[in-house]
């Protein structure tokens, strides 16, 4: 307990009576006051988990998932809460994990960090901050028993990343910390109550906490600030979400204004979106999204008045993900400082250009047994670059599918191979999802044509031994691919592909392609030309 808290110091919560008041009231008054005060400032410290205070975005998010389970009683469901900086994320997730482990019977819990350094440092001081007083004594540890296991230190966190409590039931509930510097697919088998990754997941760790969560009809909870932008990750969860609920941004930050600068309206912000149709691989997966405002925190003192006047003058990207949580596409631009009206200029302009002479450059990059990668660039006499072209292409209006409009890009990922053999070999070496990004028209020709392009991105098939380098030049002489079932490209697509033999410069590969439902829907045989590089 902190015995210099005197009850008179400013707090973000209690509120000291304006000097004019307390004038008024008096001294006695004021000594009550303060001695009330200071008890509860006390107890806000000393058991945060029954005293703590809880910002309105704590009980939004509360509000949400409750409301999503209601809708959805049957089926692993995703709560991704994004925020700002300083949100109160990690903290609302902390307090609430320690409740649900007290409050439900045999309740488990795997609680995912990137390394064991950082889950230390953030998940597990939090967690046991958020314990009750009885389970934190001045040691760090208590008494070992059949239901109990609680063993911490502020340099160490829980002893073998593990702590076991009593729950109300009289059984045990437990809680173990999983990183993602661990292989997703190696992690021991375990039927858990609820998932909390804490900072960005890859897919692959999405997904095998799905696999755990669904004989016990779990909650996957993944909370970060997206400051990498609109990740595969974000993109998966986000790509088709409805949102249900808005708020006006700060108007000193986003606004829309006239040509001179006058503020017309104040730019909408969400607050909780819903998406029917997450874009995990071999799961149909349904999220709640609830966003956390920098500016609901009070914690710590001045949090929000010293983030605002940070970001005065900030682009509008880095205002949405800093302070409201929002992730951007532009975030994830290869070219940080490109801009259309800088960069881009209108197809007269270039041909114009092209009437002072200079030298047109085509490259072409086979990109080691994926499909072709080609560019297309004209050099004017004052060696000014100018990008006129690209195969393949996507997000522009002159993209390769006609009639689909903005197509984007496929989605894709990766399993990768299976363990080799004593003999360096493998059963599989190369596995991956695919699905197009975009909702494609109805046309069975179009989903056939894609699903036959996609077929040729055999990647490390070809390459038995050695798959961690580019070790050979590989380009395919004859490729074949026959169609059993219809499928969509639209739609998951899983693609094995294994290599029978690697010889005499040649390499021949075989592949299957399943559709969602888990039938073979194509196979593939492919013959290349191996050459080593250099």
Known sequence: MNTLITGREPHPTLPLPRPELAAKLGKDWLDR????????????????????????????????????????????LLHLTLGGHRAGKTEWRSKRTVENLFANADYKVWACQATQEASREAQQGKIYKYLPTAYRTDTGKMRHGARLKVNYTPWGGFTEDVFAVQNNFGGTSECRFKFYSMN??????????????????????????????VSRNGILFFTFTPRWGYTQTVRAVLNGADTLEEIDADTDLLAVRDPNGKIIAARKVPLRQQNLNVAIPGYKAKAVIVYFHTSENPFPPGNWASAKATLIGASDEKI??????????????????????????????????????????????????????????????????????????????????????????????????????????????????????????????LHAALIAFVTDVTGTGGRPLQLEGDVTGMVSIDHAAWFHRPLRADEWLFYDVNSLVNTGGRGVLRGTMYGPDRHVAVSVAQEMLLRPYG
Request: glycine share 6%.
């Open 33 to 76: 006051f303060y001695a009330v005060r200071r008890q509860r400032m006390l107890e806000m410290e000393s058991d945060p988990l029954t005293y703590g205070y809880e910002p309105p975005s704590w009980k939004r998010a509360d509000k949400a998932i409750k409301e999503f389970r209601e809708q959805n009683p049957v089926g692993v």
């Open 184 to 213: 997703a697919r190696s992690l021991e088998g375990a039927e858990i109550n609820e998932a909390w990754a804490d900072e960005e997941a890859t897919l692959d760790w999405l997904e095998a906490l799905i696999f755990r969560l």
């Open 320 to 445: 949405l993900t800093t302070a409201y949580g929002v992730p951007t596409k532009a975030m994830q631009a290869r070219f940080p400082l490109f801009k259309d009206n800088t960069h881009v200029i209108s197809l007269n302009r270039f041909r114009e250009i092209q009437k002072n002479g200079g030298t047109w450059f085509h490259f072409l990059d086979p990109c080691s047994g994926r499909n072709w990668f080609q560019l297309w660039i004209f050099i004017d006499p004052l060696k000014r670059a100018f990008v006129a072209g690209e195969s393949p292409s996507f997000d522009h209006e002159w993209a390769y599918i006609p009639g689909v409009g903005n197509p984007g890009p496929w989605a894709v990922a990766e399993i990768g191979p299976t363990p080799a053999d004593p003999h360096g070999s493998r059963r599989s070496t190369r596995r991956a999802w695919f699905r197009f990004e975009s909702a494609l028209p109805d046309d069975p020709h």
